[in-house]
């Protein structure tokens, strides 16, 4: 589904991630963790070329590219990939002036040329998948967090994308917010949506994760599926970054 080669990426002389390999199965969920600045969000951004790498090969799906000094990937080529995933942000994005149904219908109809009356039934059915088809015609500014994420992952989910993509969904939520966004996510997982999740939610990632990746100053520390991590870690740095956390597996 997903396959990294040796994935580079640097800011100036500041090299972020260092020679990343990876592969993620079709209908899998893969969480990243590791300590902050260790480089979790920028390899996420990588997957759909917010940011582009400097090095290495990244294919989704069918579609491969290469990077690399001299190799420039061509703008419809970086389309092409991006259509391909769906993207859930921190900080949920919605455009404030539009309803709902709007900010979900805004890809589908600008973007893939759907018809207005098509993406709406979409946008219609995604709502009620996230448990929000009443708020159809409300703002954002009128939605709490978590409500307002909901729709960003209806918005995500509306291009009909291969993978989603997950950068910290619950960060900017207040604690009692944020089961309601993994609940949605936890149905996608069963659902089959390959689901590439960056989050601080252990407890999440314990109970919905196939396969947990951590990473550590742009590297792969360790990698493996839930139990491997949380009970039997390998690395001394895997288990001094897991007896910090709050609420330890």
Same mark, same amino acid.
């Given at each position: 589904?997903?396959?990294?080669?040796?994935?580079?990426?640097?800011?100036?002389?500041?090299?972020?991630?260092?020679?990343?390999?990876?592969?993620?199965?079709?209908?899998?969920?893969?969480?990243?963790?590791?300590?902050?600045?260790?480089?979790? %969000?920028?390899?996420?951004?990588? &997957? #759909?070329?917010?940011?582009?790498?400097?090095?290495?090969?990244?294919?989704?799906?069918?579609?491969?590219? %290469?990077?690399?000094?001299?190799?420039?990937?061509? /703008?419809?080529?970086?389309?092409?990939?991006?259509?391909?995933?769906?993207?859930?942000?921190?900080?949920?994005?919605?455009?404030?002036?539009? %309803?709902?149904?709007? #900010?979900?219908?805004?890809?589908?109809?600008?973007?893939?040329?759907?018809?207005?009356?098509?993406?709406?039934?979409?946008?219609?059915?995604?709502?009620?998948?996230?448990?929000?088809?009443?708020?159809?015609?409300?703002?954002?500014?009128?939605?709490?967090?978590? /409500? /307002?994420?909901?729709?960003?992952?209806?918005?995500?989910?509306?291009? #009909?994308?291969?993978?989603?993509?997950?950068?910290?969904?619950?960060?900017?939520?207040?604690?009692?917010?944020?089961?309601?966004?993994?609940?949605? &996510?936890?149905?996608?997982?069963?659902?089959? &949506?390959?689901?590439?999740?960056? %989050?601080?939610?252990?407890?999440?990632?314990?109970?919905?994760?196939? /396969?947990?990746?951590?990473?550590?100053?742009?590297k792969i520390l360790e990698q493996g599926s839930p139990d491997d991590i949380f009970n039997h870690?390998?690395?001394?740095?895997?288990?001094?970054?897991?007896?910090?956390?709050?609420?330890?597996?």
């Amino acid at each position: 589904m997903i396959e990294i080669k040796q994935l580079e990426k640097a800011f100036g002389d500041h090299q972020v991630l260092k020679g990343i390999d990876l592969n993620i199965e079709k209908s899998k969920v893969m969480v990243i963790i590791g300590p902050s600045g260790s480089g979790k %969000t920028t390899l996420l951004r990588c &997957m #759909n070329l917010l940011e582009m790498p400097t090095k290495g090969a990244l294919r989704v799906g069918d579609f491969q590219m %290469t990077f690399g000094e001299g190799n420039v990937p061509k /703008q419809k080529d970086i389309l092409s990939l991006r259509r391909k995933s769906g993207m859930v942000f921190q900080s949920y994005n919605l455009f404030p002036h539009k %309803t709902v149904l709007q #900010n979900i219908m805004e890809g589908p109809v600008i973007v893939q040329r759907k018809k207005q009356e098509e993406a709406e039934a979409r946008a219609l059915q995604l709502l009620d998948k996230v448990g929000l088809k009443e708020k159809a015609q409300a703002y954002p500014e009128q939605l709490s967090g978590g /409500q /307002q994420q909901r729709v960003g992952i209806a918005r995500a989910m509306a291009v #009909n994308p291969e993978v989603l993509l997950f950068d910290e969904p619950t960060s900017a939520l207040d604690p009692e917010l944020v089961g309601e966004v993994l609940g949605v &996510m936890k149905e996608l997982a069963l659902e089959g &949506m390959t689901m590439v999740v960056v %989050t601080h939610e252990m407890k999440f990632a314990s109970e919905v994760a196939d /396969q947990i990746v951590l990473l550590d100053q742009g590297k792969i520390l360790e990698q493996g599926s839930p139990d491997d991590i949380f009970n039997h870690p390998k690395e001394e740095r895997t288990k001094s970054f897991l007896s910090r956390l709050i609420d330890p597996i």
